[in-house]
């Protein structure tokens, strides 16, 4: 997506990071569903532990990161891939998953559900729609926030952000260097330390610095989570200063 694109262009830039998160998004609402599901039919089956809930979610690491890095043209076997891949695994996502799995377990232990009830409720609970779920005052779960695909939004923008970014710097590198520049959408969503770093130039292969950090380009997994979840900056080829 990247090749052929006016790297100098902040509006094309911006333009593009936008797809790579759509489509990025796509494969992360996909991938949860599965999630979802997987934990749902071993907890049924008496056989869910937490090796298995982190295994099933760095497979929904792994796809996102490489919707992720494959729209951008970033190599998936690459460095950046993989900072992706360990900031994506690290995802609260399935800490809360297992906390719910954990309370309809409880509910269905002590209310004496069958095999069909206790399916029945771990569905329902780990519905896509659906969301957290904590005991009421009855015993029984109660579904708490927002639903579970709400969750893979800000994954889905970090790593669009990443891979774009990580992507244009590669691209400047192989074109000789030169410049670039940190670019934010320029509305009331960024945050204050990005809008200050709106414009700051670099040389590429450099590092900008964000809120007092060191970062190679919006997204990079080097940066705080505080810097980089969320983020929709990009970056830009720009001259010199």
């Known amino acids: 997506m990247l090749d052929g694109l006016d790297l100098a262009s902040p509006g094309g830039v911006l333009a593009a990071?936008?797809?790579?998160?759509?489509?990025?998004?796509a494969a992360a609402e996909r991938e949860l569903r599965a999630f979802l599901g997987t934990v749902a039919e071993a907890a049924a089956a008496g056989v869910l532990s937490w090796a298995v809930v982190e295994e099933a979610w760095a497979a929904v690491a792994g796809a996102v990161v490489a919707a992720g890095a494959g729209r951008a043209g970033l190599a998936e076997d690459g460095q950046a891939a993989g900072w992706l891949r360990d900031r994506a695994a690290g995802s609260g996502v399935p800490a809360v998953v297992f906390d719910t799995v954990s309370v309809v377990l409880a509910a269905g232990a002590a209310a004496g559900?069958?095999?069909?009830?206790?399916?029945?409720?771990?569905?329902?609970?780990?519905?896509?729609?659906?969301?957290?779920?904590?005991?009421?005052?009855?015993?029984?779960?109660?579904?708490?926030?927002?639903?579970?695909?709400?969750?893979?939004?800000?994954?889905?923008?970090?790593?669009?952000?990443?891979?774009?970014g990580a992507g244009v710097a590669a691209l400047l590198a192989a074109r000789g260097g030169g410049w670039m520049a940190w670019v934010t959408r320029r509305d009331d969503r960024v945050r204050a330390t990005h809008a200050a770093a709106d414009g700051q130039r670099i040389q590429v292969g450099g590092r900008f610095v964000v809120g007092g950090w060191a970062m190679s380009y919006p997204g990079d997994p080097a940066g705080p989570v505080w810097e980089t979840a969320g983020c929709r900056c990009v970056v830009v080829a720009t001259k010199a200063p």
């Open 17 to 25: 990071r936008a797809r790579v998160e759509h489509a990025t998004q």
């Open 113 to 164: 559900w069958g095999q069909a009830r206790l399916s029945d409720e771990l569905a329902a609970a780990l519905a896509p729609d659906g969301g957290p779920v904590q005991p009421g005052t009855d015993g029984l779960p109660v579904r708490v926030g927002a639903a579970w695909d709400t969750g893979t939004g800000g994954l889905s923008r970090s790593v669009a952000t990443a891979a774009v």
